[in-house]
Nanobody, 123 residues
Framework: QVQLVESGGGLVQAGGSLRLSCVAS????????MGWFRQAPGKEREIVAA????????YYADSVKGRFTVSSDNAKNTVFLQMNSLKPEDTAVYYC????????????????WGQGTQVTVSS
């Protein structure tokens, strides 16, 4: 199994920034990519960004392109999500998840999940 622990969420005003971290442990050799998802109350979980551990593939949802940046530190088994120019509609619980394959954008394609971290953007 793979254990994932997110951190870095909080309350921020619109236009502000936050940096989320996700540390992976356990059978990390089975993971080829990491994804960041979010889920707002009453809405389905959606992908925000994803990155391969090799760094050769990244993906961003249209709603965050140009504002969010996903990166990784392979030596520390850590993935980051830098979120700039935050908007109230970015308010959600953010989750990181791991996948054994690349190019995957749907929650059911990811195998292990963190507990989530709350991001709240006030207007």
């Amino acid at each position: 199994q793979v254990q994932l622990v997110e951190s870095g969420g909080g309350l921020v005003q619109a236009g502000g920034s936050l940096r989320l971290s996700c540390v992976a442990s356990g059978r990390t050799f089975s993971s080829r990519a990491m994804g960041w998802f979010r889920q707002a109350p009453g809405k389905e979980r959606e992908i925000v960004a994803a990155i391969s551990w090799s760094g050769g593939w990244t993906y961003y949802a249209d709603s965050v392109k140009g504002r969010f940046t996903v990166s990784s530190d392979n030596a520390k088994n850590t993935v980051f999500l830098q979120m700039n120019s935050l908007k109230p509609e970015d308010t959600a619980v953010y989750y990181c998840a791991t996948s054994g394959g690349l190019g995957r954008r749907f929650p059911e394609q990811y195998d292990y999940w963190g507990q989530g971290t709350q991001v709240t953007v006030s207007s």
